[in-house]
């Protein structure tokens, strides 16, 4: 596969701090040359960075960085390469997933949280706790309009697997809504008929992987470790069950923070995902 690695290295508007840290890490760790052996070629790594002409904002900051990345992910597919995103936030979604339309789209989003808050819900004013609601057009409506391309994706598309650590308003809007949420412990054995199952006639994946989607003991993600996630192999098996069902437009792996991963667990555990991911062609 051609793959073009897209790197987003911002966490809450700051590069290269925290979780932004974690892309170029992971190329620093040998992620290119590690795809090469695998048999695919790596066509560019392209680093996405802000406006230099603002200062480092939240919210200004995420959304020139989701219109800068829909711009890429665009010319990238348009190249005839498989879009891989590197991001230190999950809310670069917004982005990634406006490069892929006019598709009709479908989000597979692995996370140990919800990201389903909106403005009105946030008790943390955290703008990456938004990151699912925002693709979905719940929230942020006239910025996520400002991002080129950018259209909902329908919740009946949406797939949640594996959060655990839900706001009380998460769990509310997951319980009125389409969105399909596969708890942990239905991953390893029922995701395969729930995927058979749900209305992904026609459209195109985006895979959405936070690596603190993983149990703890596989390694700490980030500064945000949530209890009774997922195993390596059950998270590399729910990969291949999603790319058997849909083909892939994109895929993105966020929020790794390398100075939480004190044995470089979840690093290796990073590579192994995304062999899952571009196994023989997304």
Known sequence: M???????PYDSGQRAWRCGAGPEHLVRAGLPAHLQRQGHIVTAIHIIEDDPTYPPAEIRTA?????????????ARTAGHFPLVLSGNCNTAVGTLSGLTPARRATFWFDAHGDCNTP????????????LAMTMGLCWHHLGATVPGFQPVAAEATLLLGARDLDPSEAALL??????AIPVGQIPKG?????????LADTLGYLHLDVDVLDPSVGHANYLPVPNGLSLPHLTAAVAAVRARVPLGAAALTSYSPEDDYDQGVCRAAFAAIDAIVANGA
């Open 175 to 180: 319980q009125g809504s389409a969105i399909t």
């Open 63 to 75: 959304f020139e960085l989701a219109r800068r990345l829909a711009t890429a992910v665009r010319s």
């Open 120 to 131: 009105e819900t946030t008790t943390s004013g955290f703008l990456d706790g938004m990151g």
């Open 2 to 8: 051609n793959i073009q690695l897209l790197l987003v």
């Open 191 to 199: 995701l395969p008929g729930l995927l058979a199952r749900a209305p």
